[in-house]
């Protein structure tokens, strides 16, 4: 079942602005990770926070958590062509019998 | 470069045959997990080995299997092959037994089933 699901589905903004994608899970976890994929690409990832954390940074990423309402977002700052890719979020659940439960990821393209 | 390898890099097939697809692991890295992904979509977790055992079983078809050896390298069998198994299969390793760490991953194979 889909544990993460990201909103929006697509996002288009002109670089330089920042862009915010949001992810909501279902049950209490241990950590939460951001992964980026270019087109067909295998899937690197961005940052990971764990449950007791509330926000992170890594560089223009800006991770958040909240835990009572199960969500994160990632904030990418001063966009760049380069920033075009889809975004997954990905939840190892308490239950989650080892696994990471994935999003469907939300598509940015970044508009020279 | 994230030090995961995968071959082939495409592979084109027809309906009802098997193929294999390989994996070597970042060195050092135990684990090893096998993801679908199909055209526009997020990843399907399918199976995941550790140090050469079956470790958690996701959403797997009964005609796929997999395997990892003593090298640590996986592969992943597809048997009677279907039209929607078309996808991108990709897998990731990482030095944990659980998901508590990032993952790693490989640049994919390209399965195309005609």
């Known amino acids: 079942s889909q544990q993460g699901e990201e909103d929006p589905q697509a996002l288009s903004i002109q670089e330089g602005e920042n862009a915010t994608m949001n992810c909501s899970y279902k049950t209490s976890i241990n950590n939460l990770q951001w992964y980026r994929q270019n087109s067909g690409r295998g899937l690197v990832h961005l940052i990971l926070i764990r449950s007791n954390e509330r926000e992170k940074h890594s560089g223009r990423l800006r991770v958040t958590l909240d835990t009572s309402k199960k969500s994160s977002s990632l904030l990418i700052t001063a966009s760049r062509a380069a920033d075009t890719a889809s975004y997954f979020c990905?939840?190892?659940?308490?239950?989650?019998?080892?696994?990471?439960?994935w999003g469907a990821g939300t598509k940015l393209i970044i508009k020279p | 470069d994230s030090g995961v390898t995968q071959t082939p890099k495409h592979l084109i097939t027809a309906t009802g045959q098997r193929v294999t697809l390989r994996c070597s692991p970042r060195?050092?890295?135990?684990?090893v997990y096998w993801y679908q992904q199909s055209l526009d979509q997020g990843l399907q977790f399918l199976i995941q080995y550790y140090n050469g055992e079956e470790r958690a079983k996701g959403n797997i078809l009964e005609r796929f299997s997999a395997q990892q050896f003593p090298d640590l390298h996986s592969e992943l069998n597809l048997s009677s092959l279907e039209l929607g198994d078309s996808a991108l299969y990709f897998c990731?390793?990482?030095?944990?037994?659980?998901?508590?760490?990032?993952?790693?991953f490989g640049p994919g194979t390209r399965l195309t089933v005609l």
């Open positions: 990905a939840t190892d659940a308490l239950d989650s019998n080892y696994q990471l439960i």
């Open positions: 060195s050092g890295d135990l684990s």
């Open positions: 990731a390793s990482s030095d944990a037994g659980g998901p508590y760490n990032e993952q790693f």
